[in-house]
Each structure stands twice: as C-alpha cells, then as structure tokens.
C-alpha cells in the first residue's frame, strides 16, 4: 500500500505496476468526493448544534441512568458538562469513553461532568454489563423520549447521527 500526495487529499491504493495514471485518477476522484460527503456532513452537523446555542436542552430523564443517581439541568447549573453521544456496539466510542474514565474524577474536581449518553435501548443489562467489563464507572444516561413522550431525546435535540459525538453544555 502507498500513500501518493500528488493528488489533494492523498490517495492510498495498492501499488501495481499495470496500473495506469486514468485508474488513479478515478480513485482520486473517488476519494475527493467520500471527502467533500464528510466536510459537508460535519458542517451540516455542527450548524445543527450551533443552531441550539442559547436554547435550554430538554429535561433529563428521571430513569435510564447508571452509576449516577438522576441529575437535572438545575443541579448541573454553574457546570461544564461534557455529553459524549455513544453506543456498546460503536468501536470508534471506546476511545473516548476509556479518556472520559482517566478524566471523570479529575473534572468533578474542576467543576465539571462528563456523561456518556447511550443511544436509546430496551436492553440496559447490555449496557450495564459493557461498562463492567470495560470498568467504566462515570455517569452513564441510557437516552430516550421525555416520560410524556412530547419531549426529545437529546440523540434528536442535538441533532446527533454519528458516534462518538461530544457537546459541552454550560
């Protein structure tokens, strides 16, 4: 494999010798596009969460919540609070989340909380055991609909679609 830094952005293929200059630009032009996808995704992204700049989140739930008793935006109030939006089955996530484990007691020292927000599931003992074994123990919010269902989820009020994703608040 080879990196070749003629082409903007690079472009890695497998050499071979039979391989004409046209194939290469054809993967170029492949990677070009799969790039502009991802730029465009990631400022579509952003614009979501810039446009909630200002706006009050809505409420915690009162259940889905591990290692933690449940916690409200009024008792986070004057807080640095880190969301970090995951799933068990996001292999991406587990970097995050194993920093986020180093980091947790240090930042409640500094006044401020991270909380790892599983995307929505019926099975929380899936959850629960993933975090045994990885020996995770910051507050973790298993995400859902408000109790009345009127409410959001923060998965839709943040506007998040890829994992791992992290919003500060506060």
């Known amino acids: 494999v080879t990196t070749d830094w003629r082409y903007d952005p690079p472009i890695r293929y497998t050499y071979s010798a039979s391989q004409s200059e046209e194939e290469r630009e054809k993967l170029a032009t492949v990677k070009r596009m799969a790039y ?6 990631l400022a579509e992204a952003k614009a979501a969460i ?20 449940p916690l409200t935006w009024d008792a986070l109030k004057g807080k640095a609070v880190a969301l970090l939006f995951w799933d068990v ?7 995050p ?5 180093n ?20 099975d929380r003992s899936m959850v629960e055991k993933h ?12 995400d859902g609909s408000g ?13 998040i679609q890829g994992m791992p994703w992290m919003v500060t608040v506060g």
Do not use: M
């Open 36 to 41: 502009e996808e991802g730029r465009q995704y």
């Open 50 to 69: 810039d446009r909630k700049i200002g706006q009050k989140p809505p409420p915690l739930p009162e259940e889905g919540w591990i290692h933690s008793e």
């Open 89 to 95: 089955g996001c292999g991406p996530c587990h970097g």
């Open 97 to 101: 989340l194993g920093r986020i484990e």
């Open 103 to 122: 980091g947790y007691k240090t930042s409640a020292e500094q006044n401020g909380i991270y909380i790892a927000v599983h995307r929505a599931t019926d």
């Open 131 to 142: 975090l045994a074994e990885q020996g995770w123990t910051f507050p973790v919010l298993i």
């Open 147 to 159: 109790e009345d269902d009127s409410s959001p989820s923060l998965f839709e009020w943040f506007g």
